[in-house]
């Protein structure tokens, strides 16, 4: 009798866990259940939690809507759908669901301790995974009293599809990742939480965006601490450069032939989830990266107004420039990252891209020679040179851009900047079960991530002493960082070295071997090396601001890479569009395995197949080019003589009368600038009737996509014509803030002007 009254009097203190825990949350009542953890630690799960409206019909590809409340208690002791993807674990058969936007949260106690919360943000190349406790169970982070946060993001086409519109701007998956930051943040303290500590972190994609996450105007200030690992969205691995250009792939792949960015929406919308996934598999094949780079990844969005945007600049300016989190962070990556199949010999394919240096040059031909002496001692050919193929491998991908990071961090933050290099080899190592290691030992891509969680893969792996010892220091260090942003408050059995900050004189890492040292300047010789190339090839004026600039795509085999124009408005010199028309076409570009550039041009074509008696070029940068190749300051306008501007006008735009044949020109000196439009004069718009396209629900695919030789006039809400180009326009001041006055004047060569 007095037993039963004690246990009573236990469960009224909170001292025993009920079977069937309910917590309230802004939506309704949950209902979770108890779990026992290896040591035999109970602690409370909530799983399957919808942080946001199902993302279907009129939804797909779009930014999460908050979500709806439900009657009555809502059952959470099952996980939710994961996102809809190839399962690679299973012959990469389809599964998951669209309707995927939900989280789990496991907690020790839920009365109201208020403690430190973990999100934890899953990898898989924006393409594949979740954050199911199959593969990440947080059953040991949980024993260390943090409340721990996964949750599934929509991934491949369906989470970061973009067509710069304001309908589709792209991101959603990364939106979606801030809509259950926001979520948690409003709800966590009913589960035990501390909703002013919270720290995120995430491992490969999962790491990249976390970084993203730290710098974007959406979550940098709902976040107090980050984790980054073996992955950062200075990649570009990560970055999506030419989103139209995916999208209109993506859809020719699955029969939509139009080239109307518009018609690539109705057309997707009205496609089944897997046939998307499916098609995005056949574009990007897991096996192909990373020479095959994956075509949805996270985009620099265009801003349009109401509309909210994960960033609308570079990643790398945001960062460079301080404007990310001022919060402590954590980075690092693992010795070895990956060991794939060598596919080419060429040294060049190492070169980063975004120092646009031309393939096979002088220069290009040299770089490749000294990384052929900094990395290989002998031929960096054959089986006997393939750590160090694989070492040169895992810097180009992961080690350069986490080091780049943590360069450009510490000259902004005041925070302190810990980094790490993960190179324990145990059981409990993931490469042992997923990666081909070749024998290696060093610790491979996500090997850290089996001392951090629970999964199946390890379900019969018998780890040693010295694997449960770094898996102690693993969960030590991750979760006292989370606490309270020192990741060695003090130094103890398992945490035998203060681990110091990052200074600007010191790069002061942590060591993660079978002992923990604090040593300095990883790969010191390496890591300088591309550092000297970054600072004598990287020219920040030669990188747009925004997405919107077609690019093509380096390869060992030519391949054709088509270039339009978004929505442009044509003015003639003539009142009567029928005697003098202009048009816009196409550009084909064949890009041979040297780069060269063969360039079918199809330049305007006026009615009366005369050609231009004087144009102006506007380039993004504000910069008008004249027929004889003057660049004109942005104060400085150039016109054709008895030219008339014409104003905006909100009229509906008639049918276009019968077009032109198409005269080819030869190929223009080409000037050194993106986004180009050649423009003719015209007082009044020609006019064409827009008809409503065929809309379809999910998966009903009853468009018609409009012949590819029709033009299609975008307007926007207010009824005018998108991307109006008028004399009187004010150019915006696109040019690189800070640059100096050297490279002000290099920039404008660089575009063809004098001095």
């Known amino acids: ?102 989280l789990n949260v496991y907690t020790p106690n839920l009365d109201g301790e208020f403690l430190p919360v973990m999100i934890f943000i899953h990898g898989g190349g924006f393409k594949f995974g979740s954050g199911n406790s ?154 192909s990266f990373p020479e095959v780079l994956n075509a949805f990844g996270v985009v620099v969005e265009k801003e349009f107004p109401g509309v909210e945007a994960v960033i609308t600049e570079s990643f790398k300016d945001l960062l460079t420039s301080g404007r990310v989190a001022d919060t402590p962070i954590m980075i690092g990556s693992t010795s070895l990252e990956f060991a794939l199949e060598r596919k080419s010999d060429d040294l060049q394919a190492f070169i980063p891209e975004e120092l646009n240096i031309e393939r096979n040059s002088e220069e290009s031909l040299a770089i490749a020679e000294q990384i052929k002496k900094l990395y290989f001692k002998g031929s960096h050919t054959g089986v006997e040179s393939l750590q160090e193929y694989f070492e040169l491998l895992s810097d180009r991908l992961i080690n350069i851009d986490t080091h780049r990071h943590v360069q450009y961090l510490v000259n902004v933050s005041k925070k302190p900047i810990y980094y790490y290099k993960f190179d324990y080899v145990g059981e409990l190592n993931i490469s042992k079960k997923l990666l081909n290691s070749f024998g290696l030992k060093h ?165 009366n197949d005369a050609e231009p008696e004087k144009y102006e070029v506007i380039t993004e940068n504000n910069v008008i080019i004249t027929e004889a190749n003057d660049v004109v300051p942005e104060n400085n306008e150039v016109a054709p003589e008895s030219n008339e501007v014409v104003p905006e006008t909100h009229e509906e735009v008639p049918e276009r009368p019968e077009p032109v044949p198409e005269r080819h020109e030869p190929v223009p000196e080409k000037h050194e600038v993106d986004n180009v439009v050649e423009i003719k004069e015209l007082p009044e718009p020609a006019k064409i009737e827009v008809q409503a396209p065929v809309k379809a629900v999910n998966g009903d695919r009853k468009v018609s996509p409009r012949p590819s030789n029709e033009i299609k006039m975008v307007s926007r809400s207010n009824g005018a014509p998108k991307d109006v180009i008028r004399a009187n326009d004010p150019p915006e001041d696109d040019l690189p803030k800070n640059i100096g006055v050297n490279k002000f004047v290099n920039f404008f060569e660089s575009l063809g002007g004098k001095k």
């Open 1 to 102: 009798m007095i037993r039963a009254v004690n246990d009573f009097l236990d469960d009224l203190r909170g001292g025993r866990m009920t079977d069937a825990p309910v917590v309230s949350v802004e939506q309704g009542q949950l209902q979770g259940k108890v779990v026992n953890s290896p040591s035999g630690k109970a602690f409370y799960s909530f799983q399957g939690i919808p942080y946001a409206k199902p993302p279907l019909g009129s939804l797909r590809f779009k930014a999460p809507q908050p979500p709806e409340p439900w009657e009555g208690i809502r059952d959470a002791t099952a996980e939710g759908n994961v996102s809809a993807q190839l399962d690679l674990f299973n012959n990469n058969q389809f599964t998951g669901d669209e309707n995927c936007l939900f």
């Open 134 to 287: 199959n593969f990440y169970g947080a059953d040991y982070l949980v024993e260390k009293d943090v409340v721990v946060v996964t949750l599934n993001y929509r991934c491949g086409a369906l989470g970061f599809l973009s067509l710069n519109t304001p309908e589709v701007p792209g991101n959603a998956g990364i939106k979606d990742m801030v809509q259950a930051i926001r979520w948690v943040k409003s709800n966590i303290q009913n589960f035990g939480g501390n909703s002013g500590n919270i720290t995120i972190f995430g491992e490969s994609a999962g790491g990249a965006a976390v970084s993203l996450l730290t710098a974007s105007p959406l979550s940098r200030d709902l976040i107090n601490r980050a984790i980054i690992q073996s992955g950062t969205a200075l990649s570009n691995w990560s970055i999506q450069q030419n989103p139209i250009e995916s999208a209109r792939r993506l859809a020719k792949t699955l029969g939509c032939e139009s080239e109307d960015p518009e018609e690539f929406l109705d057309f997707l919308n009205a496609t089944s989830a897997r046939d998307i996934v499916e098609a995005h598999e056949k574009l990007n094949p897991i096996n």
């Open 443 to 607: 610790a491979m891509h996500m090997d850290e991530l089996g001392y951090l969680f629970k999964n199946d893969l390890q379900n019969d792996v018998e780890p040693t002493t010295l694997d449960i010892k770094m898996r102690e220091r693993m969960l030590r260090l991750w979760t006292n960082f989370a606490k309270g942003g020192n990741p060695t408050p003090d130094e103890n059995h398992y945490l035998t070295v203060t681990w110091l900050p990052v200074t600007k004189d010191n790069i002061y890492y942590l060591n993660l071997g079978q002992e923990l040292s604090l040593e300095t300047n990883p790969d010191k010789e390496k890591m300088e090396f591309w550092d000297n190339l970054y600072s004598k090839y990287y020219r920040i004026w030669e990188h747009p601001r925004t997405n919107i600039v077609e690019t093509t795509i380096k390869s060992t085999e030519p391949k054709i890479v088509e270039t339009f124009t978004e929505s442009v408005t044509v003015y003639s010199e003539s009142n009567e569009f029928s005697e003098s028309r202009t048009f816009v076409t196409e550009t084909t570009e064949i890009v041979t395995e040297n780069n060269e550039v063969i360039s079918e041009s199809h330049k305007i074509i006026t009615g």
